[in-house]
Structure formats: C-alpha cells, structure tokens
C-alpha cells in the first residue's frame, strides 16, 4: 500500500509574533533579503508602550540601517546631548554625551507611540504581510515546520511557517511555552512612567536621580521636547528586605521631596495617566532558541539589569536574530544546532556586560546596605567630577554606549579606589578636627548599623542566605567571562543584510 503525505501549504518562511522593536526590525531585514515574513501583534499600531523612551546612539545607527531616521517626523523628535546626574537632592555632575567612534554623540528620545510604528511601517514597506490585532494562544513545532494559534474577536486563525520568532515582550508567551515557567521575580524590575507638560530646564539635558528612600533603583526625567518630558522610576522587584513601595506613590513622594527632582518640575502638570510595566532581565542559563525558535529582545530577557536598557538590545537582536536565520533558511536546517550562532553572538556581544550589571544588581539587591551603596554612588560621581575620561567611560556604560566591562579596566578601579581612599580620609579628618566627640558618634552609628545588619540577617536566614548564594553565583559568572574573554578568538564576518545598508559600525559591546 502506497501512502502519501502530504506537507501543509506555508504561510510564510517567518512567523514573527510581537510587532515591537525586536520583532518589527527582525520582519524587516528577513523581508528585504527576500524571505516570506508574516508579523502577528495583538495590538494596532500605531499604539503606546510603556517606556522611559530614550533612545541611545547604538539603537540610532540601528533605526538608520532600517531607514526611519530620513523620515522628517523623526527628525523633529527631541535630541539628548547630556546628562545630569543626582543623589539626595543634589546635582553631583552634568556631562556631555561621551564620543564613541562611528556613532552619534547623542541619544534622542521617541515616544513609543512613534517610534513601534515607524519601523512597523519600515517592515511593511519592505514586503512583510503585518496581521494586527490577533492576540496569539500558542504555537506547535513539527518535523516539517511551526504552526502559530491566535484568535480575534473569538475568530480563531492559524498561521504555518519554516521558522517562528518570539518577539512579544516581557511576558512573552512564546518563551512561557518554551521554557514551560514565566521568568523568575529575581530576574524581574518594575518601573512606572507619566508624562508632563510644563517642564523647565533644559531640553537637551536628561536627568537621573538617585535616593536612599528609591535604592535599588533610580528615578528620570527625559525631556521629549523644550517643555514635555517622560518622567518614571524603576526598581528591582525583589529586594531584601522586599520593597513595600507602591511605585506611582512614590513617584509623587519623590516629586514632592527632592529639590533637584521637584525644580524641573515646579509647576508642571502630568499629562495622562501613571502607567507601569514589568522587564525580565538577562539570564545567560536560559537558552533564547530550541528547535524552529527564536527569542528577541525583551522575550528574550535582553535588559540591562543595571540601567534598564531595552531599545537598543532589541534592534540588535532583531539584525541579529535575521543574519542567523538567513544562514539557516539557506541550508534549510532550523534545529536549535543551527540556530547556535545567534546564541553565540549574545554570549559574546553581552554577556560579558551583562554579568557584571547583574552581579552589582545582586549586591544592590540587599537594601539593608544601601548606606554603602550610596556611599559608593557619591565616590563614582566624585571621581567622574574631576577626571574627565573616568566620566567619559562610566557615563557611557549608563547610556549604553561603553561596554559595562570597561569599569573593570585599572583607571576605573585605581581612580575609585583613590577616590574612596580620599573620601575615608577627608572625613576622618573632618570628625577628627571636631573633637572627641563626634569620632565617638561616628563610631557609636557604625557599631549600630552593624548591629542592625546582624539583626536583619538573623531575622531573615533563609532570604540572606539565598542573596549570598546569588551574589557567588553572580561572581563565578563575571569571573568566567573575564577568563574567556581573555582567550582570542577568530570572528566569521556577519552576513550583509542589504546592498543599500549604511556603512556597518562595530557594535560589540562585550569587549575583546
């Protein structure tokens, strides 16, 4: 007996489901080298996405390989060329936007609302069939291919491809299903954002602060023109002790109770509603892909766990994620073996950066040394006020632009070190010069603190002992990747995405 089977028709060579900045950039580049992409969101664009909106120069050259940066409306979008920094109510520094060979010397910051929609509309331009509106209930991998489920308005549909890509954020149900659990709450933030109308200062400055009372975490306000500006916080979502504060009250409390804070925004009025969002942070023991899959930007946990930085992950990923698919669709070989050199391009563009920025965060985690943290806060920014390339290379690490791994190198560590040095001996002597007194009180506060540490940590064994465990974790991590970063290694030469592309600027943040 003869048996015939019969392959189902393809709908596409790509199924992408998530239409963000990942996804869209991913449907883009796969579309003009010539793949059938189809683009699933569940929601209509042009929509808004919570965000603090910043984009930096790295996601700019990105936007120009995608061709959004010619449109005028982007060119009236609102250019960032410095930064100030705060601590307690005080501006400790402002500094130019550090310069970087082959990329912009400012950031620019681009309401979602704007900036989803014009690279949907790039995707779309290129060829991609863009299906809005479907909200997508799971997918199912075969031998010959994937299948995409997703109903609207109790219609159900299905879509059939070579390939999928999971681009559908934070709470990406692809990566649910791949993996079979949601991200860990240690590998989540919680931020919130408003808008203002109103705003002083100046527009080409964005403003981060720093507090005891928001620590692990920091608050921003990024002008979005000469007087409007997103204005947020963010904050690790698991702390120790836990974090209590409703974050929307606390924006409010800031506002209210820091004078740097409350001076940009005297008299300003927010525009709109608080509104919040969930970020899963980079976890190198998670795999992004498996057989026919593959995760991009946020679904992919690609955030800075220390400043928060998505954009221009996401764009990254999106080029990246398509140079390795093209490969693979040339060899029609999709199996997670064949989808390695995407996995390999993170783990050496960013995982070097990103397990330094998580073992700080793992420290930082422990709240009831955030009086040490602090201190270490105003040592950096002290250093960076009179060493003008310290400044350069910390400031360009917060805006994204410096690998993380820089503050490793020994101007970094030596200038800290000194200036921490300076600090410990200043206020000896300033303590000293006041008399007995005041070194007995000195010293009476630390015994203190001491005491309330061992209170705290004997109150807590179990969640002390599950933070030293992750800060060791954290550790071997950071020790492991200096180890292979030190070794040489030979790069194969990404794959040209187009004929027309701007000249290609070397992005690898990871530092070899």
């Not at 299906?131 to 991998?141: D, S």
């Not at 681009?167 to 991200?183: F, N, V």
Request: proline residues 7%.
């Amino acid at each position: 007996m003869l048996t015939l089977k019969i392959k189902p028709s393809i709908d596409a060579d790509v199924l992408i489901v998530g239409a963000g900045p990942a996804g869209a950039s991913a449907a883009a580049h796969l579309a003009r080298a010539g793949l059938r992409v189809a683009l699933i969101d569940q929601h209509a664009f042009p929509r808004d996405k919570v965000c603090g909106d910043f984009v930096g120069p790295v996601a700019l050259v990105e936007l120009q390989r995608l061709g959004v940066t010619g449109l005028p409306d982007y060119r009236q979008t609102n250019v960032i060329h410095g930064a100030a920094v705060h601590l307690d109510g005080k501006r400790l520094i402002v500094s130019d936007m550090p310069e970087v060979s082959g990329l912009p010397a400012y950031g620019r910051v681009i309401p979602r609302l704007q900036l989803d929609a014009w690279i949907v509309d790039a995707a779309r331009a290129s060829g991609v069939q863009i299906y809005e509106g479907w909200r997508v209930k799971g997918y199912m991998v075969d031998a010959d291919g994937v299948t995409v489920q997703a109903e609207q308005r109790g219609e159900a549909r299905t879509w059939r491809g070579r390939m999928l890509i999971g681009a559908d954020g934070s709470s990406s149900l692809i990566a649910r299903q791949m993996h079979g659990q949601p991200p860990a709450d240690g590998d989540r933030i919680i931020a919130v954002r408003a808008y203002y109308e109103g705003v002083t200062g100046p527009a080409d400055q964005a403003d981060l602060y720093f507090s005891s009372s928001s620590f692990p975490g920091y608050y921003w306000l990024f002008p979005t023109g000469p007087r409007t500006a997103n204005v947020g916080i963010g904050m690790l979502l698991e702390t120790l002790p836990p974090a209590t504060e409703h974050l929307p009250k606390l924006l409010d409390q800031l506002i209210a109770d820091d004078p740097a804070f409350a001076e940009r925004l005297d008299g300003a009025r927010r525009v709109g509603k608080v509104s919040g969002w969930p970020l899963s942070t980079y976890n190198p023991a998670i795999s992004p892909t498996a057989d026919r899959v593959l995760l991009v930007g946020d679904a992919a946990g690609l955030i800075n766990p220390l400043n928060g930085e998505g954009i221009q992950y996401a764009l990254l990923s999106g080029r990246w994620a398509a140079e390795t698919i093209l490969s693979a669709a040339a060899r029609d070989d999709f199996s997670a073996a064949a989808l390695k050199p995407y996995v390999d391009c993170l783990h050496h563009d960013l995982r070097y950066d990103m397990a330094l920025a998580g073992l700080i965060v793992r420290l930082i985690r422990n709240r009831t040394l955030n009086p040490v943290w602090m201190q270490a806060l105003r040592v950096i920014l002290s250093r960076a006020r009179v060493d003008p390339r310290y400044a350069d290379i910390t400031g360009g690490v917060l805006a994204g632009i410096e690998p993380a791994s820089s503050v490793i190198q020994p101007r970094i560590v030596g200038g800290t070190a000194q200036q921490a040095a300076m600090a410990i001996g200043l206020g000896a002597v300033k303590q000293a010069l006041h008399g007995p007194r005041h070194v007995l009180r000195a010293g009476r506060r630390a015994a203190e603190s001491s005491v309330a540490l061992a209170a705290e940590t004997a109150s807590h064994p179990v969640e002390y002992a599950q933070w030293g465990a992750g800060v060791a974790w954290g550790a071997a991590e950071l020790a492991g990747q200096m180890a292979r970063h030190l070794r040489p290694r030979d790069d194969a030469p990404a794959t040209p995405l187009a004929p027309d592309a701007p000249p290609a600027v070397t992005l690898r943040l990871g530092g070899d």
